[in-house]
């Protein structure tokens, strides 16, 4: 390994000491996977934001929501895990520091060949149009001349891993020994399905590790560490039967280790679409589709530079579509308008079709609602579906927005798919069932709504909670507490049926009855196999949602049903426990404790409300929000 001045001379080029742009353009890692309007109205310096009254109505978006719920915590806990490693260098320690501290710092540690390395910040890569540091630097293989080489290794607060038939897909070092000489196969696992925009990031840093020539040698390669456990097992079938592997364990708070996955950047894995691929699509490795991605988005910046600067001829090269991330973007307010109310990405927001869907129409001069609800699907798909190859079941996909469509244009929230009455089982009392998780997936509420049939309004709430952050064994004990009061219920009289919307109940029940092996749980289980009651199997069966057929929905447009709180929903409440669990005072404690508790209780008096009114249809009439039951509004 060379000393570290012979190290600084030989890169001094390579460190910052270059000429340096006036403007420069330089995007983040964020920039790549995000939509392309944000960074041509950033560099666009004639397209001004909102003010604060119209960034106030952005909504919330889930996954904004979601990296707010513990995210920095369960990052934190990783990172501390692995500055407990004898030799890592943890430059959190210097984090009121300037970044020009920190960024000597990560090259004295570089130099001398630190193994590994917590929050650096990397050089800037003018050249390259990058800026950014991943979380952690782990030291890989040197070159040849002994310069030290390092693997970018990002953490997320998600799971990153997906359980799969087929063996070797991924290799994984355990956390203890994060090495990547110390990588073993996976036997069940490999990356999640959605995560490919985790890989474009790490491309995004191994771009910039090789501008600063710090890029551990061999091929292109880096880590991610996400929420999931692994453990020890060995394969038991084929050629490697009896080698050691990691499998995956059963899901978020499993007992297991967490761990490093590996991915190789030059892997041929991600399906993009190909005009000149016979099957409509080609399979890019990350850093091929990062660099698109990244090369296309700098050229957008500089032509957004040049229009600013009043080049009459350069036009906006994209225009707004509508994707998840517009719910809580700043430029919301600049680009609504540009896409007006009637815009087939603002309306049909369930199944949505994707970027390169919405383009193609538009080029086919279907721009709006109006336009999709009125064409001629036959004639249009010979010259859509060429271009949307990269989409299985395009056909499929278009024709589903079609008939949102056309609900959109005659008012309709609700279709009726069938005739006559809806079977639906009935008792003498009836309970309704929902729980309430914390943003670890742990149970902290257990709700009921019991009711004689024929009147849901005379029923009871009955709960079971804790407000306070539990483990494994305070989850088990508040579940069987919950779960010996219903099992008296059913017990007392056996024809009871309890409802519930989706499996969700039943599957963490389950999840806890294997991991417990407790006897009440158990019987419980059991009991309610027979008296479980799923209203979603049964909506699902008989009526078409133009914005699906989640409970708040169905609920709303068909029976009428009102949430008392304004922004009701999963995620908001786990932000309420939160709050209920780790408040400032008492007085806000105890409204956030209210207030699940009041979300709770309307959910169960939902599928209530739900389950009396499928009990008057009959026909197969639609709903819409104008021609609700006036009886069944609460």
Not at 444 to 465: I, K, T
């Amino acid at each position: 390994m060379e000393e570290p001045d012979r190290w600084h001379r030989r890169h001094a080029s390579r460190l910052g000491e270059v000429s340096l742009p006036d403007d420069p353009v330089l995007l983040d890692s964020y920039a790549a996977i995000r939509c392309p309007v944000k960074v041509q109205n950033h560099f666009d310096t004639s397209v001004s934001l909102p003010d604060r009254s119209a960034l106030a109505a952005v909504r919330a978006s889930s996954e904004a929501q979601a990296e707010r719920f513990n995210s920095r915590e369960i990052i934190d806990q990783a990172l501390d895990r692995l500055a407990a490693i004898d030799g890592a260098l943890d430059l959190r320690l210097l984090a009121a520091e300037d970044l020009p501290v920190i960024q000597d710092a990560t090259r004295d540690a570089v130099a001398r060949g630190v193994p590994l390395i917590i929050a650096p910040k990397l050089p800037i890569d003018y050249e390259g149009h990058r800026i950014g540091s991943p979380s952690v630097l782990l030291r890989g293989d040197d070159h040849s001349d002994s310069v030290p080489g390092y693997l970018p290794v990002q953490v997320k607060a998600k799971r990153m891993l997906e359980r799969h038939s087929r063996p070797h897909q991924l290799s994984c070092s355990p956390l203890s020994r994060p090495w990547p000489g110390a990588r073993i196969d996976m036997a069940d696992a490999r990356l999640r399905t959605g995560r490919e925009n985790d890989q474009l990031q790490l491309a995004h840093f191994w771009r910039l590790l090789e501008a600063a020539g710090w890029q551990s040698a061999g091929e292109p390669t880096a880590g991610i560490i996400g929420t999931d456990s692994v453990r020890r097992t060995f394969f038991t079938e084929g050629e490697r039967a009896g080698e050691p592997a990691l499998g995956l364990s059963s899901g978020p708070g499993s007992s297991g280790l967490r761990a490093v996955a590996w991915v190789e950047l030059t892997r041929k894995q991600i399906r993009t679409f190909s005009r000149t691929s016979d099957s409509g699509w080609r399979l890019r490795s990350p850093l091929e589709r990062y660099d698109h991605e990244h090369g296309f988005r700098v050229n957008l910046a500089r032509a957004a530079r040049e229009r600013a600067r009043g080049q009459s001829n350069v036009g906006p090269m994209v225009k707004p579509i509508v994707v998840r991330e517009c719910s809580s973007c700043q430029w919301w307010g600049v680009c609504a308008p540009i896409m007006g109310t009637d815009d087939l990405s603002v309306r049909i927001d369930k199944s949505p079709l994707d970027v390169r869907e919405v383009s193609v129409l538009r080029s086919l001069g279907i721009q709006s609602v109006h336009d999709l609800a009125t064409t001629d699907l036959e004639a249009l798909l010979p010259r859509y579906l060429p271009e949307v190859r990269h989409r299985d079941h395009a056909d499929q996909r278009i024709a589903l927005a079609a008939r949102r469509a056309r609900m959109i244009s005659r008012g309709v929230d609700l279709e009726r798919t069938t005739r006559g009455a809806i079977g639906l089982p009935s008792s003498g009392i009836e309970i309704d069932w929902d729980i309430e998780t914390s943003a670890d997936d742990r149970i902290y509420l257990w709700g009921f709504w019991v009711a004689p049939a024929g009147d849901w309004h005379a029923g009871r709430y009955q709960w079971f909670g804790e407000f306070c952050d539990l483990d494994a064994a305070g989850e088990i004990e508040l579940a069987t507490r919950a779960m010996s009061w219903l099992t008296s219920m059913l017990t007392d009289d056996p024809a009871t049926r309890v409802y519930h919307y989706s499996d969700y109940e039943m599957v963490h029940l389950h999840k806890l009855v294997q991991a417990s092996g407790k006897q009440a749980l158990r019987q419980a289980s059991d009991l309610l196999r027979g008296a479980h009651v799923d209203l979603f199997s049964i909506v699902k069966k008989h009526f078409f949602g133009l914005h699906g057929l989640g409970l708040k929905k169905v609920a709303t447009s068909g029976a009428g049903f009102s949430w008392r709180d304004d922004s009701p929903g999963g995620l908001n409440s786990q932000s309420w426990f939160a709050e209920a669990a780790h408040g400032a005072d008492t007085r806000s404690r105890e409204d956030a404790r209210q207030r699940v508790l009041d979300y709770n209780e309307d959910d169960v008096r939902a599928t209530a409300a739900l389950r009396a009114w499928l009990r008057t249809q009959h026909g197969n009439q639609d709903f819409d929000t104008a021609h609700r039951p006036a009886e069944m509004v609460d």
